[in-house]
């Protein structure tokens, strides 16, 4: 069998931390509000960083950590809904950034806030066939560029950054075991483009979007773990999308897991879409909660609808 383990990760995250009582001198809410319903205290907002800026820099430190140079790259896969370019490609942008090889292949995909996982998996699939065994999956994304700061339902929820995994492919490594999936709904979570008349800004349907995490998430790690022939007790540690602490309570008592190996840290960043499981997982790696020859099992979800979970293992 073969498969990919993690080598390095990295992160990117704005200088300027946007409080809750902030956001309630600008719509009508409260820290309590946002607090309870949700987990989230702080969010990062880009100022004068760019989106490139935060690939750029999660990749280099992800590069760094694993101890690999830029010409060692064989593909960088980017996910993400809210690049700086529709064309060129975030993956593009970080190739010109760190020079990595002009034969690496480089692009981006978008699964929304489930990216991250599609984006590794594809990779996975990519280097099989690459001129070299080493691969950059980005998660990133601007969002307080596609809020609508008139609209208190949504404009709490969202955070930028970027976080960055360095992989590596190995003929004897475990597979990921990935689960995806999408339900097409342009109803419930969307962001207009370029070719409708509406403005950019997330459009949700936040009860609806929940309804559809609380069973997707559970079912979803379930998947993976039946691909792997796993039990929960084989996991050290489980990374959820960071959208609601409500949503991750809910999928580790139907999961009937300890909540200590479900880890977060969407107080501080707030929902991050595709950059939300990349960011949590370098937190844990640099934190030492994840160390070497260790399982997460990660799961996504969110627009497209799409969800994903994949069992990643430190190499
Ligand atoms: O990553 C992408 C996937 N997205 C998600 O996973 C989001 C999933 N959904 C959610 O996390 C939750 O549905 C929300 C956090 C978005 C909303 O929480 P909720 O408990 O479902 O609240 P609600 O939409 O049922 O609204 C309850 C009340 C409403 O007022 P009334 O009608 O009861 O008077 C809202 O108008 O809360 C009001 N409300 C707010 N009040 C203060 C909505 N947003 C706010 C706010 N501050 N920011």
Redesign the pocket.
Known sequence: MSGIKIRGTGRFAPAKIVTNDDLAKI????DE??TT??GIQTRHHCTTETHTDMCVGAARQALENAGISPEDIGACVGATFSSDYLSPSAACMVQRGLGLPHDAVCFDLNA??SGFLFAIHTMECLLAQAPRKYGLVLGAEILSRVMDFGD??TC??FGDGAGAALVEWGANYPSLHAVLGCRGNSEV?YVPGVNTAAPPHVH?D??S??RF?VEAVPRCAREVLDRAGLTPEDIDLFVF?Q??Q??IDFAVKKLGIDPARCPGNIERTG?T?AASVPLLLDELVGGGAITSGQKALCVG???GLTWAGALLELA
């Open positions: 719509v009508d809410t409260s509000w946002i319903r949700t929304a806030c208190r339902s709490v929820l979570l949700m936040g009860q979007v929940f995490a999308h959208a609601n409500r949503i929902n879409s979800f969110g627009g």
